[in-house]
């Protein structure tokens, strides 16, 4: 760990760019206040890469980061922006990620949203590009200037979403403070210079202002963000930059290896006025406040505790606003920029002043299926809102309206809200209203007031479709556990099931946000879902209950493969294309795009069952029911179908004589038999395949009416993780 330099002699040493560099990056946050203006926070990082690959010996791409917090409305505003450079510098990472500890196909989704489409919005591709001199440092981009002064620094911008345009100057109220090789260790440090403390002038729409501000600059390799350019780890941190009012200025930095969340580093500094800075690393940061985006539904630690012992320092840092999220390139997607209040003690004595927290990695993806789960907890916290575990008298007034004589409610939390949670407390992917979720997101539409009515009417009809399913299949297991008609009574899993299908509705009734044309369009949308789900489950049970020699074999002169498809349109398909279709309805889409929407729903929803049907004969862990259960069931499923066509001679007729015959399929020896011709016949491979380039064809599709922007690459990689081919034949 290099010990800490401070640096004397001019005011402000040269902070021109390093050339050998690969990453660098400037920082400025502070306040400006005045007579006719507010309080405001802002932040301006300019973030320079040089070709990775060192093909060129171009000076690299620029990210422009920026935001201005209004403490007095609590509006916060932000910008990101990018040249052509950046872009074409972070496509030339594609490799590293995928070799780092992100998932691989999540990667690939992310990298040819980018390559295909540009940036989401609102990361603005820029035709203009940084101006970067040296001797003295000299950045301008368009409406925005940082340079160096003899006294310090000049920086203006133009506030986002605003015309105005504040220009300040900065005189640096202390030494700089400089770290040779700033944590991390080795090859992974960065250089660091930084001015904790600058006095602030300047005019901010037409008047004078005055504030203060803080100044770093940093240079180097990518040991910050990864463990090594192969094979690399991702890394992240939570930096915090404190001023307080009694003239003393704390760094902190704990860097992350961000799977994992463990700690790899800390360290810290605290100067006190006019005194040398004191270097530590015994020292503990603990959240005491958690913020969900509702941009991303990324989940931020935003308020903290920082306990330095030896130093007698306790901190609480908490923000003035939740909601200070900046858009960031790449698969980090985006990073916590936010200013905040501090209070605690030093020394046993009160102190209080300001800070800016960075939050850097919280948005990676590292595996899919714990996004699944972190998306479902905030879908079954939604569903109970509307279906508690345990129900109370108000929740019954809510469903049937006022008590006329009296009512049990034990009677119905056993029968109806005990079964359907042990159901949906077993985890299910919750894929369909994460998908509509995305979709609406995708239409430029906020999410949050429809989550409740996406996320309940989606998933409890799904809910009881399987109970359903379940029962008429006389499965025996459903997501690892008995089958709840086993498990509680033919009866009772029939009746709720059956409730399920229209208690959701009730949240279309009075739902704030929709008009009545939007309330008779929704409940068409889901009437039209119900009645072509059944028809899809009625030839679903039609065939494997008229399963024989004779009947299959007419079946398939008749274009049986095609059917299967129609029918897991209608069976599958039904509840994703109602999904998409409400996601048009609140978004009030034009015809067009209705159509792309649906294409694409039905598209993925066959596309899923194919790729369930894999599943089936699959040896994956990932598979929680019983391997070849539709053989076994007699159903004439697309891969068993396809499996068929690609045999021949012995081995096509062995499979056709296991699946046509009952008591064939009943003995485990001759399932497992039947379950191998599957396998060795390729469909496997050649269904998935068919899947995903089912699906392909409608993104394309799709990409033409939509936006890029965060929650579309969020939805392709979701339809790319729940599409992931992961069987051993």
């Not at 595996?367 to 019954?396: H, V």
């Amino acid at each position: 760990m290099q010990s800490l330099r401070p640096q004397k002699g001019m005011q402000a040493p040269d902070e021109s760019p390093h050339e050998g560099s690969l990453i660098e990056w400037w920082f400025v946050h502070g306040y400006y206040e005045g007579r006719r203006s507010p309080r405001k926070y802002f932040m301006c990082t300019i973030l320079r890469q040089k070709d990775l690959l060192q093909t060129a010996a171009s000076s690299g791409g620029c990210t422009l980061l920026h935001s201005v917090l209004d403490t007095a409305q609590l509006e916060y505003k932000s910008t990101t922006r990018i040249d052509r450079g950046a872009l074409d510098r972070y496509l030339q990472t594609l490799a590293y990620a995928r070799e780092s500890d992100l998932l691989s196909h999540l990667v690939d989704a992310h990298f040819s949203e980018l390559r295909e489409y540009g940036p989401p919005r609102p990361i603005r591709l820029e035709t203009s590009g940084a101006s970067v001199l040296s001797g003295p440092l000299n950045i301008s981009w368009d409406d925005f200037s940082l340079a160096q002064t003899t006294e310090g620094f000049a920086l203006s911008f133009c506030e986002p979403d605003s015309k105005r345009r504040p220009a300040f100057q900065l005189r640096p109220a202390g030494e700089r403070i400089f770290f040779e090789r700033a944590w991390c260790g080795g090859k992974e440090a960065m250089a660091y210079s930084c001015y904790p403390r600058l006095s602030l002038h300047g005019v901010a729409d037409g008047a004078e202002v005055s504030g203060e501000a803080w100044f770093d600059h940093q240079w180097g390799e990518y040991g910050w963000l990864v463990s090594q350019p192969q094979n690399g780890k991702v890394r992240g941190w939570d930096w915090f930059g404190i001023n307080l009012d009694q003239g003393v200025d704390l760094l902190i930095m704990v860097h992350r290896d961000m799977k994992t969340r463990r700690i790899i580093d800390r360290n810290a500094c605290i100067r006190r006025q006019g005194k040398e800075p004191i270097h530590c690393r015994d020292f503990t940061v603990k959240p005491l406040a958690h913020w969900e985006s509702e941009a991303t539904h990324i989940r931020y630690p935003v308020g903290w505790r920082i306990l330095i012992p030896k130093q007698e320092v306790e901190l609480t840092f908490t923000p003035f606003a939740p909601q200070q999220e900046v858009p960031f390139l790449g698969v980090i997607r985006t990073v916590w920029e936010g200013a905040g209040a501090v209070r605690g003690k030093m020394g046993g004595t009160a102190v209080q002043g300001r800070g800016w927290l960075e939050l850097h990695g919280y948005g990676f993806v590292f595996d899919f299926e714990d996004y699944l789960a972190e998306s479902g907890k905030r879908i079954d916290k939604r569903i109970e809102e509307f279906l508690p575990r345990q129900l109370r008298p108000s929740d019954l007034d809510r469903y049937l309206g006022p008590t006329i004589w009296s009512r049990d409610e034990a009677s119905h939390t056993k029968t109806l809200s005990r079964p359907v949670w042990d159901l949906m407390a077993r985890k299910g992917k919750h894929w369909r209203p994460i998908l509509a979720v995305l979709l609406l997101e995708a239409l430029g539409v906020n999410s949050a007031p429809y989550e409740s009515l996406a996320f309940t009417i989606l998933e409890l009809s799904h809910t009881g479709a399987l109970i359903i399913d379940d029962i008429e299949d006389d499965s025996l297991i459903r997501r690892g556990e008995t089958c709840i008609h086993r498990r509680y009574g033919l009866g009772v899993a029939i009746n709720a099931a059956n409730t399920l299908y229209f208690l959701p509705y009730l949240l279309l009734s009075n739902h704030a946000h929709l008009d009545d044309d939007q309330r008779l369009q929704l409940y068409r949308i889901m009437i039209r879902s119900m009645v072509r789900s059944h028809f899809g489950q009625a030839q679903d049970i039609y065939w494997s209950s008229h399963m024989n020699v004779h009947n299959f074999a007419r079946w398939m002169r008749e274009g049986l493969s095609s059917k299967i498809l129609e029918m897991y349109a209608y069976k599958t398909a039904a509840s994703v294309e109602a999904a998409a279709e409400m996601a048009g309805v609140i978004a009030g889409t034009d015809r067009s795009t209705h159509d792309a929407l649906v294409r694409f729903a039905r598209a993925f929803g066959v596309a899923f069952q194919v790729q369930d049907d894999v599943h089936d004969f699959s040896n994956s862990s990932r598979w929680k029911k019983t391997h070849g259960e539709d053989l076994a069931l007699g159903k004439p499923t697309y891969v068993v179908v396809r499996a068929l066509e690609r045999l021949e001679g012995r081995e096509r007729v062995r499979l056709r004589q296991i699946l046509c015959s009952k008591a064939s399929r009943n003995q485990p020896s001759v399932l497992a038999e039947g379950v191998k011709l599957v396998r060795k016949s390729g469909a496997l491979q050649a269904c998935g395949a068919e899947a995903s380039s089912m699906l392909a064809r409608e993104w394309e599709r799709l990409s033409e009416v939509l936006a890029p922007s965060e929650a579309k690459t969020t939805l392709r990689m979701l339809c790319t993780g729940l599409l992931d081919i992961s069987y051993e034949a």
